[in-house]
């Protein structure tokens, strides 16, 4: 419904056109009813608005004669129905007329034309009018308008469909393209054959992401077309995202001088948003054109505009450097050579029906029509045998294709009626002598047809027709040639190719706030500007989880070069090649193959005395413990498995206590030997071979109940250590592949074989009073000494490196080398000596007179006194003597 303000305004144009319409019987001297109209006679009868002439100066309604989109486009209307009527298939026997009027391009001057249209539904009381004789008043019949074709501007369009809706008279544009429009609750019998600007705000959306583009400028002429048509691209914006407006700014209707040099350092103050998105008309078009040009902008923006913009030379004309590049859109148009060729046909003889025609003539041809001409100047004379195209320049106007489909569709949907409620019948009916516009109005939606370009003509629900645009560029080739090149069309999809910027350049101009984020950084948007941010590089173990945000890793894994995703952190292990691991083998080997070497002697000699005053059988268990202790150190570099794990936790302590278990039974045995001694000169108990086996068994059977019950209470595996060797440098991280032995299971497993070897030197201490050539006990105590200072030295340097990244290496090979080193003091101290002298002085290594216990033990506690005499004796006589005789006394 109309509001109130637009019904008063309709009434008082309406009864005012009542009162003009009123006439007495005709004068000859009157001026011509239809002066400033076009009127053909016909059976069905369309209105026309074209905008004739331009917007007048203040105070005339009319301006300048436009000559392609005011004469070609009515004429346009003309040969469509010239060819309609001469269609035998489209409506058969009837004939189409039609009404043609002058818009001037101004809305109020259009609904006064307009209301034309109506003045045959409005009913005249003539009662109380009386002619000057009495008699009554002689009406002028008005022609019944059934359809309007037009008009042109949307703000035109706009005010006259307020008008006929109210009168139920479909209206069909063919220009006006203002998304307003397509409210069908206010502009229900409006329908159009151009897509609305929504259409066209769309493609432009899509040409401005195709280009890769998220931040541009708006620039809107004042007025419905503008205003709408900004409105409609900043509302898509909002809704699919990704592109911001950074400024939208506003051309006044009068603008003052200055005005457009002051949009232009609008513009640059957001200097990033080269993209200028226009919907503005031709003239403001050119001014601002013409303002980048004098203010040494020639190339800095890139121009994005409207179909009001097109493929137009005027606008471009003199400025072309700065239009280069501008992307131009158009609906799908094509050129209608029957028109070209009526067109071109068309003389002041044989068009006397277009009443603006002469106008025509001598604006074209720049000439005068006698002394009635409408041109001022002395110009020459017209002919009249001028022709177009011929002594004129000729163009079709863009928009007579749409022009024609308007007339078409209003046509097809007369024949669609026609064919309902006349079926059968030549000529109008009497159900058609009134036509129902609303009933005509659901045919219009309903046409289907090919149009004059060979496109469909279709509406939807809105009246709209489909969007189908061509885009054009404008571009400069050979430093010369300027033309408006198409290079890709939009049909709800984008299509483009052959572009071409400045200079023939290649490369996509930018128009973005910010440069896009390098990988492995995410973006940091600026708080209400969703297409601004500042990048921010994912540091550490981060990567780049999304476009915004940043995630640290799996703990397994760090970030990969481009920090875009996550891989497995490389997994080490001591190799056998590594420097941290030849060393402790190389002695390990020369450790294994000595203590091979002293077993083979040994055995080879196991019933010297030497031997046998070692005590075989200790120790061959004592050589075990350090052989075990060399190997060891194959199994601490082994390639960690649950194997693998398994021995370590067996044999990593078991040879330090199968070698202290030995010298702890030895040492404790030869204390209490000599404890016995000097008490009585019975032997003590415990002293024979075999029961020193069972002690040291007993000793190690500790140590392998605790492993047993490590085993149970901790199944062995291994495990990955990424902390270890995690650095701040995620490309330098490691994860290290061990056994699953803590330093406190370690120390536990240690820790008793440390014990035995303490307990063992407290009782070296304790017989270090026995003299030399009469015990082991000093090169007992000098081992233990040397074994101490080896794992005093080593609990510093394994627990001490436990932050370094070189932690598995260090205490791998610290621990490794410890347990040599102490195998080899007890290899060097207590066997080289025995193994020299039974291979280089087997004179020393014969049996000696056997003496009784008592004698024997008398001899040792009297040592102190015959030390002189006992050194004359040969190295180990009486030792070898006690130790055969605690052999014997055990048998």
Request: charged letters at 20%.
């Amino acid at each position: 419904q109309c509001n109130c303000v637009v019904m008063c305004v309709c009434l008082w144009l309406i009864f005012g056109t009542l009162r003009s319409t009123l006439r007495i019987p005709i004068d000859p001297q009157a001026a011509p009813e239809y002066a400033h109209s076009i009127r053909l006679d016909g059976d069905i009868i369309l209105g026309g608005l074209f905008p004739v002439h331009s917007r007048g100066d203040r105070g005339t309604p009319c301006g300048e004669l436009k000559k392609e989109k005011g004469i070609h486009r009515l004429e346009a209307m003309m040969f469509a129905i010239d060819l309609i009527n001469k269609d035998p298939e489209l409506l058969p026997n009837i004939t189409l007329g039609a009404r043609i009027l002058d818009t001037c391009s101004r809305d109020t001057y259009a609904l006064e034309q307009s209301l034309t249209f109506v003045q045959a539904l409005i009913e005249r009381d003539g009662s109380d009018v009386r002619c000057a004789n009495g008699d009554p008043p002689i009406f002028t019949k008005p022609d019944k308008i059934v359809g309007v074709i037009g008009a042109a501007a949307s703000s035109v369009s706009i005010m006259v469909a307020n008008i006929l809706r109210l009168f139920k008279i479909p209206q069909i544009s063919y220009a006006s393209t203002a998304p307003e429009l397509s409210d069908n609750s206010r502009y229900d019998f409006f329908s159009r054959v151009v897509p609305p600007d929504s259409y066209q705000a769309q493609a432009m959306m899509d040409i401005v992401t195709a280009m890769g583009w998220n931040y541009v400028s708006t620039l809107a002429s004042e007025g419905n077309y503008g205003e709408s048509g900004v409105e409609a691209f900043i509302q898509i914006s909002r809704e699919t995202g990704g592109v911001c407006i950074a400024q939208s700014l506003k051309i006044p209707r009068e603008p003052r001088s200055g005005e457009f040099d002051k949009i232009i350092r609008r513009l640059l103050e957001t200097s990033n948003a080269r993209a200028v998105i226009m919907f503005a008309n031709e003239d403001d078009i050119r001014r601002v054109l013409a303002a980048a040009k004098r203010n040494n902008q020639t190339g800095h923006f890139l121009w994005v505009g409207s179909d009001s913009w097109g493929s137009k030379i005027s606008p471009v004309i003199g400025q072309e450097r700065v239009a280069e590049g501008a992307i131009t859109i158009l609906p799908k148009r094509a050129s209608v050579e029957a028109f070209d060729r009526y067109f071109r046909s068309r003389s002041l003889s044989n068009n006397r029906r277009n009443v603006w025609f002469a106008e025509f003539w001598e604006e074209n041809f720049n000439c005068k029509l006698g002394m009635h001409g409408k041109r001022a100047g002395n110009l020459k004379k017209c002919t009249g045998l001028e022709k177009v195209g011929r002594d004129s320049s000729y163009e079709q106007e863009g928009k007579v294709q749409f022009v024609m489909d308007a007339v078409y569709a209003m046509a097809h949907a007369l024949h669609r009626m026609h064919r309902e409620l006349c079926y059968g019948y030549p000529g109008l009916c009497p159900r058609m002598a009134s036509i129902d516009g609303k009933e005509l109005l659901s045919h219009i939606r309903a046409v289907n047809f090919n149009g004059s370009a060979g496109t469909p003509v279709v509406f939807n629900e809105n009246g709209d027709a489909p969007g189908r645009y061509d885009i054009f560029q404008y571009q400069i080739t050979n430093r010369s040639t300027t033309e408006y090149r198409v290079i890709g069309s939009w049909t709800n999809k984008l299509n483009l190719k052959n572009m071409r910027w400045k200079s023939g350049d290649p490369s996509l101009p930018p128009s973005v706030c910010s440069v896009p984020c390098r990988t492995g950084e995410r973006k940091k948007v600026v708080k209400g500007v969703p297409c601004c941010w500042h990048c921010e590089r994912c540091e550490g173990y981060h990567y780049q989880a999304s476009e915004f945000t940043c995630e640290l890793c799996p703990y397994e894994m760090r970030p990969d070069a481009n920090r875009t995703g996550c891989v497995p952190i490389l997994i080490i292990k001591l190799e056998w090649h590594s420097p941290w691991a030849v060393v402790p083998v190389f002695i390990s080997m020369l450790g294994i193959v000595a203590t091979s070497f002293v077993i083979v002697t040994f055995v080879r000699y196991n019933d010297t005395p030497i031997v046998r005053a070692s005590g075989r059988e200790m120790s061959y268990v004592l050589l075990t413990g350090i052989f075990l202790c060399y190997a060891i150190t194959f199994l601490m570099i082994a390639t960690p498995d649950v194997g693998v794990c398994s021995f370590r936790r067996i044999f990593l302590g078991l040879g330090m206590c199968f070698s202290y278990a030995a010298l702890l039974t030895k040492t404790n045995r030869i204390h209490r030997i000599f404890e016995q001694g000097k008490k009585a000169v019975t032997a003590p108990r415990f002293i024979s071979p075999a029961s020193q086996l069972v002690i040291t068994f007993s000793l190690i059977s500790i140590q392998l109940l605790g492993v047993f019950v490590w085993f149970v209470a901790d199944p062995p595996h291994t495990v990955v250590d990424y902390g270890e060797q995690r650095t701040q440098d995620p490309m330098a991280a490691r994860g290290v592949l061990k056994c699953d032995i803590s330093d406190l299971s370690l120390i536990c497993s240690l820790g008793y074989s440390i014990l035995l070897m303490v307990t063992c030197t407290v009782y070296a201490i304790k017989t270090r009073g026995v003299p030399e050539t009469f015990n082991e006990a000093k090169p007992i105590g000098f081992t233990m000494y040397t074994t101490c200072i080896i794992w005093l030295a080593f609990i510093p340097i394994f627990f001490g490196t436990s932050q370094s990244a070189e932690r598995m290496y260090i205490q791998t090979t610290t621990l490794t080398i410890s347990l040599s080193l102490s195998a080899s003091v007890s290899l060097g101290m207590l066997y080289m000596p025995k193994v020299y002298v039974i291979l280089f002085h087997p004179e020393q290594n014969v049996p000696k007179r056997k003496r009784s216990f008592k004698a024997i033990v008398t001899a040792a506690t009297m040592s102190g006194k015959l030390s002189q005499k006992g050194g004359d004796r040969p190295n180990g006589e009486v030792k070898t003597e006690l130790c055969e005789s605690m052999e014997t006394n055990s048998e």
